[in-house]
């Protein structure tokens, strides 16, 4: 098999219903490719649902809820393909969404991943939280897209109509070289579920492979299909992964920069741990500003996630030491890089610009490492 397009599924039996009709009908278009549904250990009729309306589908079950992260893993230790999809129950393709993912990933070897554009399923012609047109992050680790920032999204007017290298692509319609997915480790388990793919992009970028934006593929994404946006848990997720993120990799995004001025690699090492440390310690700060906002207005859960998160943080960090930073600069030399990083904080300029926030975002402000 060429290409497994693998849903994950988690007690979404009607999103099954209503939803893979049609992902199986395109898929079906396309030489060598299947659908795949792993379900990680649903208690509603998902199960039924498959056995008794989609018998033809290759399942996979899990004893219990290994999340996003440990489901995706586990599934493609037992697909043998070229290329993986992950793709979410919640997600309305189009007609012809996967051929061109598939020629982008033929035609670039130095590709990694690749993404359609992501459109909202309410609203059609606007593009849609999750991924939009492709993800940068900002200088202290905030995500935003090409087509939205923080809660406010674009309509797509053709605007990124161009393929694009980006620092993310979304994790509800990714497409991987399984043979990067495969030497990275996969997905980190450590996250559960959210900003795990984005992890997964810089990873791949400090590899020296490329992400990319493909919009001549648009699919549709409900959004919220398994945990709804105002979910403390949620909130939870996203406070502590980001800070796993940032310290799974933003070390070695700083040595590389100072290697490339002519450093050595054990001072360019130690410079960018360094770097790091003090830009996580900014981060973290930015939280508990953050925390202090939901104390002062009365949303104790949402309080409490962020000290829940940072003190997990902790417990699982496992940041690289400076010897392994300067051995991974040997061994990459400074032929990699990392593209989509905002050098401002995306947070003050958009409460400063308002819906001008888009036309701001220019190309003069993101720097590639």
């Known amino acids: 098999m060429k290409t497994a397009v693998v849903i994950l599924n988690w007690n979404t039996e009607d999103f099954l219903r209503k939803f893979l009709p049609?992902?199986?009908?395109?898929?079906?278009?396309?030489?060598?490719?299947?659908?795949?549904?792993?379900?990680?250990?649903?208690?509603?009729?998902s199960m039924m649902v498959m056995k008794e309306v989609f018998p033809q589908v290759r399942t996979l079950h899990f004893e219990k809820n290994l999340g996003f992260t440990g489901g995706y893993n586990r599934a493609f230790k037992e697909i043998d393909s070229e290329y993986f999809v992950l793709i979410?129950?919640?997600?309305?393709?189009?007609?012809?969404?996967?051929?061109?993912?598939?020629?982008?990933?033929?035609?670039?070897?130095?590709?990694?991943?690749?993404?359609?554009?992501?459109?909202?399923?309410?609203?059609?012609?606007?593009?849609?939280?999750?991924?939009?047109?492709?993800?940068?992050?900002?200088?202290?680790?905030?995500?935003?897209?090409?087509?939205?920032?923080?809660?406010?999204?674009?309509?797509?007017?053709?605007?990124?109509?161009?393929?694009?290298?980006v620092f993310w692509a979304t994790g509800a319609c990714l497409?991987?070289?399984?043979?990067?997915?495969?030497?990275?480790?996969?997905?980190?388990?450590?996250?559960?579920?959210h900003?795990?793919?984005?992890?997964?992009?810089?990873?791949?970028?400090?590899e020296g492979w490329k992400v990319n934006v493909v919009p001549q593929s648009v699919v549709y994404h409900v959004g919220g299909g398994t945990l709804p946006a105002t979910s403390p848990f949620k909130l939870f997720l996203n406070y502590r992964n980001n800070l796993l993120m940032l310290d799974n990799n933003l070390a070695r995004t700083f040595a590389l920069e100072e290697y490339r001025k002519g450093q050595s690699a054990r001072r360019a090492a130690k410079r960018g741990y360094r770097r790091a440390?003090?830009?996580?310690?900014?981060?973290?700060?930015?939280?508990?500003?953050?925390?202090?906002?939901?104390?002062?207005?009365?949303?104790?859960?949402?309080?409490?996630?962020?000290?829940?998160?940072?003190?997990?943080?902790?417990?699982?960090?496992?940041?690289?030491?400076?010897?392994?930073?300067?051995?991974?600069?040997?061994?990459?030399?400074?032929?990699?890089?990392?593209?989509?990083i905002y050098g401002r904080w995306i947070v003050l300029q958009s409460l400063l610009k308002g819906e001008n926030i888009f036309s701001f975002i220019i190309e003069e402000d993101f720097y590639r490492i």
């Open 22 to 45: 049609g992902l199986l009908h395109s898929v079906a278009q396309v030489k060598d490719a299947e659908v795949i549904v792993a379900d990680n250990d649903s208690c509603d009729d």
């Open 175 to 193: 497409m991987v070289r399984s043979s990067v997915y495969e030497s990275l480790g996969g997905l980190d388990e450590r996250f559960f579920a």
């Open 277 to 340: 440390g003090r830009r996580i310690y900014a981060r973290r700060m930015l939280d508990w500003m953050s925390a202090g906002v939901y104390l002062l207005t009365f949303r104790w859960k949402n309080f409490k996630a962020v000290c829940k998160a940072h003190k997990e943080y902790h417990l699982l960090r496992q940041q690289k030491g400076r010897d392994e930073i300067a051995e991974y600069l040997g061994k990459v030399g400074s032929e990699v890089g990392v593209t989509g």
């Open 88 to 165: 979410n129950s919640d997600i309305e393709v189009s007609e012809g969404w996967l051929e061109p993912l598939v020629e982008w990933m033929d035609t670039h070897p130095e590709c990694g991943a690749c993404a359609p554009k992501l459109h909202s399923y309410q609203d059609r012609d606007r593009f849609e939280y999750a991924g939009a047109a492709g993800g940068y992050i900002d200088t202290f680790g905030y995500p935003f897209c090409r087509g939205r920032i923080l809660k406010r999204t674009e309509t797509d007017r053709g605007q990124y109509d161009s393929p694009a290298e």
């Open 195 to 206: 900003m795990e793919e984005i992890d997964l992009c810089w990873r791949m970028q400090l």
